[in-house]
């Protein structure tokens, strides 16, 4: 068997080999890489699918599609055979011409497998220009064949439903030929991907891993073929894709149950802290300059702030409050009150509430319910993560020491019982940071109490966020991504990848909006402002993706969030007419599709993005001007 050919879709299949190949009718060729063997990674090492014993391969016919399915099954194990089997189906889909590859456990016994790899790379090898490939680290890349820069191992290795992988595909695209790979099943996967320095090629493949030690579930790719194309068409057939899933849920729907959505939008943020305190345990703690560590900053200070900002004529503020209880920032979550007491206690953050509220602005907190601290009077080590070895992970790297994770089953009692406890002392909220539950992978817990998969733990997370917005509070996270957005109002950030990094760092490709030309409409981002050197200004980003402006970001850490020292120095006043500007172009295009972005006359230091409605933007990068269009 070597072929399935169904409405104009052809699979190729290399028995031998183990590979595939597809051709969209009138399309290229696209093969997996030649150097490709599928494999699985063990307990007892790496075994290669060509290891089974009993390999056998047979035609699938359905009345939505077909395809070639294969059974291996007699593998080896300790010098023995075990009944370990499972199964691949390659199918195309008669209605779209979709190709689909899933593998499929079917006994798992005699083999603790902890990563596949499988479906293959694609074979994509040529120096040229006009051959790249689209990863969605953080907002998004593309990489030529050709770029100078070598990729390095995105943040958290590429998994999906992390700031490596903000949206669980990639792509390809050759001379306006392109394929679009969408995981199906993200929960437990992620993207492994290869480019040295001036290529002349860029590898990326898909893995899935264990979901509490097992491959207990179908695990599914489709790849979608495309002609006469470019990253922005594939952005949109991504978005049909989710909107078909039920999951593309805009800011205008969202705005009819939260009507503050629309009061959010064109806002200045404004990021202040309250109590800093690192414990001595924790990493950050700093032995040599101990007046560093902590410090308090008075509800009443941040009252004067909020009237300056008034008086200087911002009409529009988000106020973002970190380190508001008594802890200190980072410190004895989920057990997170009362307010802090040297500060002004309840009283004086009722103050600053309420003059927020005076001055027509919004007001939010930071919280926390994923970092469960061994310093929380409420800490019971039953409750925390328990991985299938019976472990319980365990760091301390934040401010306050040593934590576990708190199960996501127990989170959204947790944020009732303590924003409840806000409202009782009177603290109106308009928003609410939720920290990390959209930056961080989901987590598992193998305690038979609250057992939970990584896929229940996003749904315990966006339980959180409906808790929020059933009582007409907006809710927020550490970054964006695909799982949350039906729940997610707005975010800390969407970066670009190269902005976490320390400015004048070479950069790894091209950032392309690949979220926003998906989401843009969905989810309010607020972006970076800072003035970097004199040859790079973030302002320009923020206009460049429709964004909110950052007013005030005060970093929680030093040289931590994106946040570094060396930026060219901006007077408030300059920092607030920079901001309105921002500020007024978010208003108008905040609700609005971003229908393209592109590089001007192929020209990557002059950029245009375009919004419905016909208002577009223009940005010079290298002459640091910008021009706002409405046809």
């Not at 293959?120 to 490939?133: A, C, I, K, L, V």
Request: aromatic share 14%.
């Amino acid at each position: 068997m070597d072929s399935v050919v169904k409405q104009g879709m052809r699979i190729q299949f290399n028995e031998e080999a183990l590979r595939f190949a597809f051709q969209r009718e009138n399309g290229v060729l696209w093969k997996w890489d030649e150097s490709y063997r599928p494999y699985m990674e063990c307990k007892s090492g790496k075994i290669y699918f060509s290891d089974a014993r009993r390999i056998s391969h047979q035609a699938i016919h359905s009345g939505v599609g077909d395809g070639i399915l294969s059974t291996y099954r007699g593998f080896e194990n300790h010098g023995g055979e075990v009944p370990f089997e499972f199964q691949t189906l390659v199918w195309v889909e008669n209605a779209t011409q979709d190709v689909y590859c899933e593998w499929i456990p079917i006994c798992e016994e005699g083999l603790k497998v902890e990563k596949i790899f499988w479906p293959g790379p694609m074979e994509f090898r040529e120096p040229r220009d006009n051959w790249y490939t689209l990863l969605n680290n953080r907002q998004g890349m593309l990489i030529p064949n050709t770029w100078e820069t070598e990729l390095e191992t995105p943040v958290f290795d590429g998994f999906f439903g992390t700031a490596g992988a903000y949206m669980p595909w990639f792509a390809q695209v050759r001379e306006r030929e392109g394929y679009l790979a969408v995981c199906v099943t993200p929960w437990n996967a992620g993207y492994q991907a290869e480019h040295p320095a001036k290529g002349p090629y860029t590898r990326v493949g898909i893995r899935f891993e264990s979901s509490l030690g097992k491959m207990d579930y179908r695990r599914i790719v489709k790849y979608t073929f495309l002609s006469d194309c470019d990253y922005n068409d594939i952005c949109k057939v991504y978005r049909n894709y989710v909107n078909e899933q039920g999951r593309l849920r805009t800011l205008e729907e969202k705005a009819i149950r939260n009507p503050s959505v629309n009061d959010l939008i064109g806002c200045a943020f404004v990021h202040q802290g309250i109590k800093t305190f690192v414990q001595l345990d924790s990493e950050f703690y700093d032995p040599q300059n101990p007046e560093k560590n902590n410090h308090v900053t008075s509800f009443a200070k941040r009252e004067e702030d909020i009237r300056y900002f008034h008086e200087m004529g911002v009409e529009k503020l988000y106020l973002h409050l970190d380190g508001w209880a008594e802890p200190g920032y980072d410190n004895c979550h989920p057990d997170y009150t009362p307010a802090c007491e040297e500060a002004g206690g309840w009283k004086g953050m009722k103050s600053l509430v309420d003059t927020v509220h005076k001055c027509g602005f919004l007001f939010g907190i930071h919280d926390q319910y994923r970092d469960y601290y061994l310093s929380a009077s409420s800490f019971d080590e039953n409750f925390a993560c328990h991985l299938p070895d019976g472990t319980i992970p365990r760091h301390r790297r934040w401010a306050g020491g040593p934590q576990s994770y708190l199960c996501g089953t127990q989170a959204p009692y947790y944020v009732k019982r303590n924003f409840e406890e806000l409202t009782k002392h009177g603290i109106q909220l308009d928003c609410a940071y939720l920290d990390v539950f959209t930056c961080n992978e989901g987590d598992e817990c193998d305690n038979p109490m609250h057992r939970m998969t990584r896929k229940e733990c996003y749904e315990y997370r966006c339980r959180c966020f409906e808790y929020l917005l059933k009582n007409g509070i907006l809710s927020s996270s550490e970054e964006v991504n695909d799982w949350a957005v039906p729940s997610q109002i707005f975010c800390h950030y969407a970066p670009y990848d190269f902005m976490m990094q320390k400015p004048g760092t070479p950069k790894q490709g091209l950032a392309v909006p690949l979220y926003n030309l998906v989401y843009h409409d969905c989810v309010i981002q607020p972006w970076m402002m800072e003035k970097v050197s004199e040859e790079e200004d973030y302002m320009l980003y923020a206009l460049l993706n429709g964004g909110a402006p950052y007013l005030v970001r005060d970093a929680a850490y030093p040289n931590i969030d994106g946040a570094f020292d060396e930026n060219v120095k901006i007077s408030l006043e300059e920092q607030i007419e920079r901001a309105k500007v921002v500020s007024v172009f978010q208003e108008k295009v905040g609700k609005r599709e971003m229908l393209r972005h592109e590089f001007v006359d192929g020209n990557p230091k002059v950029q245009k993005t375009t919004f419905a409605g016909g208002i577009s933007v223009v940005v010079d990068f290298e002459k640091q001007k910008y021009e706002i269009r409405e046809d």
